[in-house]
Nanobody, 123 residues
Framework: QVQLVESGGGSVQVGGSLRLSCAAS????????MAWFRQLPGKEREGVAC????????YVADSVKGRFTISLSNTKNTLYLQMNNLKPEDTDMYYC????????????????WGQGTQVTVSS
C-alpha cells in the first residue's frame, strides 16, 4: 500500500554529486526501514543505504561509505540519498524501497519498491 516515487537521477561526471529523492505515501504496514538499492540487469542487487522511519540508525554500505548519505525530510515523507564524489561504478538504476526489518535490507529484500531512477557517472 506504499507508493514510492524516485526522482533526481541523471548523468554526472566522475566526482560529481546527485541527490536522489523518494516521495513516499500510503501506509507502510510495518515496513519502516526506508532504503535505497541499486541494480542493473545482470548485476546483483546491492543495498546502498537504509534508515529507520524515525531517522534513527542511518546506514550506508561499505561501497559508498564516506560518499553517500541517507536522510529523511522533517515530515518523514521524503527519503533522500545524497551522493557525492560519484564514481563510474556507481552507475546503476537506483530504487527506493521500504523493508520490514534491517535484516531484510541486508538480504536485499524489501516489501515495497519504487520504479527506479537512473544514475550514470561518466569520465
Amino acid at each position: 500500500q506504499v507508493q514510492l516515487v524516485e526522482s533526481g537521477g541523471g548523468s554526472v561526471q566522475v566526482g560529481g554529486s546527485l541527490r536522489l529523492s523518494c516521495a513516499a505515501s500510503g501506509y507502510r504496514y510495518g515496513s519502516d526501514y526506508m532504503a535505497w538499492f541499486r541494480q542493473l540487469p545482470g548485476k546483483e542487487r546491492e543495498g546502498v543505504a537504509c534508515v529507520y522511519i524515525s531517522g534513527a540508525s542511518p546506514y550506508v554500505a561499505d561501497s559508498v561509505k564516506g560518499r553517500f548519505t541517507i536522510s529523511l525530510s522533517n515530515t518523514k515523507n521524503t527519503l533522500y540519498l545524497q551522493m557525492n564524489n560519484l564514481k563510474p561504478e556507481d552507475t546503476d538504476m537506483y530504487y527506493c524501497a521500504a523493508a520490514r526489518t534491517f535484516g531484510d535490507f541486508v538480504r536485499n529484500q524489501a516489501t515495497y519498491w519504487g520504479q527506479g531512477t537512473q544514475v550514470t557517472v561518466s569520465s
